[in-house]
Nanobody, 120 residues
Framework: QVQLVESGGGLAQPGGSLRLSCAAS????????MSWARQAPGKGLEWVSG????????YYADSVKGRFTISRDNAKNTVYLQMNNPKPENTALYYC?????????????WGQGTQVAVSS
């Protein structure tokens, strides 16, 4: 079955950096787009970034563009989110999401999430 296991969360300082990882299994990872989304306390799920199955195209929410970078290693079945210069408002539970088919960035499966807290 599909499994997505996020890791790398923790406490980050504003202006610092953090790298989230998501290890995928149970499906042909290289055939699907992947995304990251987050849920801040008391708020709904917010899409953050997406990457095509072969890594050829990446997309970002305006709020993170220029600071966050999504990437993937299809040989390791892993997708990453490099968070540079995080801000306190980026505090949230971050989810790794598998698309439903091909390069669709819609939501199909997601993991348990990894908590990110940004504070000085």
């Amino acid at each position: 079955q599909v499994q997505l296991v996020e890791s790398g969360g923790g406490l980050a300082q504003p202006g610092g950096s953090l790298r989230l990882s998501c290890a995928a299994s149970g499906f042909t990872f290289s055939s699907y787009a992947m995304s990251w989304a987050r849920q801040a306390p008391g708020k709904g799920l917010e899409w953050v970034s997406g990457i095509y199955s072969d890594g050829s195209d990446t997309y970002y929410a305006d709020s993170v563009k220029g600071r966050f970078t999504i990437s993937r290693d299809n040989a390791k079945n892993t997708v990453y989110l490099q968070m540079n210069n995080p801000k306190p408002e980026n505090t949230a539970l971050y989810y790794c999401i598998k698309g439903p088919e091909g390069d669709s960035l819609k939501y199909d499966y997601w993991g348990q999430g990894t908590q990110v807290a940004v504070s000085s």
